[in-house]
């Protein structure tokens, strides 16, 4: 065996998140990703749709690239009915883009409370009704909706769902196959009940993503783009990803950072970073 | 009745924790509070050493104040056994001004990982036996510890104790009357088994704190200035007041709100905004 067929062997299940990479078009990811041997990425709609849908879908296999995830359907928390439509409209659009690039993954980022409200657990009921809604459309386009649970940090502006066990609450309504969960070693390292969590994911088949970042401090205004290069934080990254496999877990490790850091930085030394850092501390 | 007997009765269970009214000196809040009609107040360790610890205690009983509790021990994560014994020396200094200012209360914020540490069950096991070794110093002094669960986003660097129910899982370990938890709204808010963990707290005594603080975003950069003023977010703080008295709880409740935006106002303005905002969605 050569180097390089130990390092290809090594990456073989490692998905870009293009937001780790934002410096990157659609184009230059693809390439990248190719060069570093890398044959997985997660996309994101708004970058996708600037550069056509179907285009984007063309560019990925041209290149070999399978697309473990789509970032992101959700923000179905409103209470006022026009407003509810409309989000339930838009994830519908989000399915039809899924399913265009091959993906069989929507993630879902929930979204927060309605202005002024106080009952975070009616809001998260929101989101069981919302899910329920989408579930007949997303299954006859062949994707799973992926409940992502967001730290609990988001938990008032950008997810109600703060743990692995309020996504299963959700996700277990429904049938595994139309229904599963993202678990983010960002999200959820601090929680004592994780690992349950994720037995609990993993043995119903529920785990649609498994993507890693490490926690790292101080964490920036807004704390949405504080996320730490793997390595460089807390997070026990490698025990997760044992405790998912574990539990059943066979897909890909799908690498999603924001960080301005990494952004201000030349694309393909990121990567090159990204590839080194998930054989040290995840693989 | 008069207006202000309906006052002074409305504010009997209200403690003002020092931090709230920053800019204050300690003889200015014990005036403050007194003129307002509130009778109790949680001290910080700083400002009580600077004022000096047996001062501070002839003005709080002069002015006829309760001292809820102190803020605080803890900080006992490190697992080198130099800088471990320097921190339960440092504790035991601050059982003693705590049994100085004649409160019972010493509130506990456990402390973050060490420098590289990837393993917070290790961590948290490291804060319930250094508790163990304060408590019969603790118990001689009359004062018990009181655990305090931090959100989540501060498990890495201030407290890896981040749910009640990881508080009480430490705190049941000793007698009630020794260890007992702080319920603060602001980091307990967005969990679902927050009302169970009051109940459980509540059911053995063990609520030695009940501390309250709105949640507001966005979030400053290091997150640790930006609660809110009572009633400016999303917290349902009297649905969780009203929790722990149903589980028993009778004791104070105390306002902490670490806000440079309050600081930098009046003192007396802010303290009577905080006064009627209590009124309206705490009592």
Request: with cysteine.
């Amino acid at each position: 065996m050569t180097a390089d067929q130990g390092t290809a062997r090594d990456l073989a299940r490692l998905s870009i998140n293009q937001e780790t990479v934002k410096q990157w078009s659609l184009p230059e990811l693809a390439e990248g990703c190719t060069a570093l041997g890398i044959g997985s990425v997660g996309l994101w709609r708004a970058p996708v749709q600037e550069y056509g849908v179907r285009d984007a879908a063309a560019l990925m296999r041209e290149h070999g690239l399978a697309v473990t995830s789509l970032c992101r359907g959700g923000f179905f928390t409103a209470s006022d009915p026009a407003r509810r439509a409309e989000a339930l409209a838009d994830n519908r659009a989000a399915i039809d883009e899924a399913a265009m690039l091959g993906t069989d993954t929507l993630v879902l980022v929930s979204g927060g409370l309605s202005e002024g409200e106080r009952d975070i657990a009616a809001a998260r009921e929101r989101v069981a009704d919302a899910i329920g809604a989408l579930v007949p459309y997303a299954a006859e386009h062949g994707v799973r909706l992926a409940i992502e649970p967001l730290h609990p940090m988001f938990a008032s502006d950008r997810c109600v769902v703060s743990t692995l066990g309020q996504a299963l609450d959700i996700a277990e309504r429904f049938a595994p196959e139309h229904v599963g969960v993202v678990v983010d070693t960002y999200h959820l390292w601090w929680d004592d009940r994780a690992e349950a969590g994720i037995a609990r994911a993993g043995g119903s088949g529920r785990i649609a993503s498994f993507q890693v970042a490490d926690w790292v401090t101080p964490l920036p205004e807004g704390v949405l783009l504080g996320r730490g290069q793997l390595g460089d934080g807390c997070v026990d990254l490698r025990g997760l990803r044992v405790r998912a496999d574990e539990a059943g877990y066979r897909g890909q490790v799908e690498v999603e950072i924001f960080n301005p850091g990494l952004w201000a930085r030349d694309g393909a030394e990121v990567l090159a970073e990204v590839a080194d850092r998930y054989r040290r501390h995840v693989l």
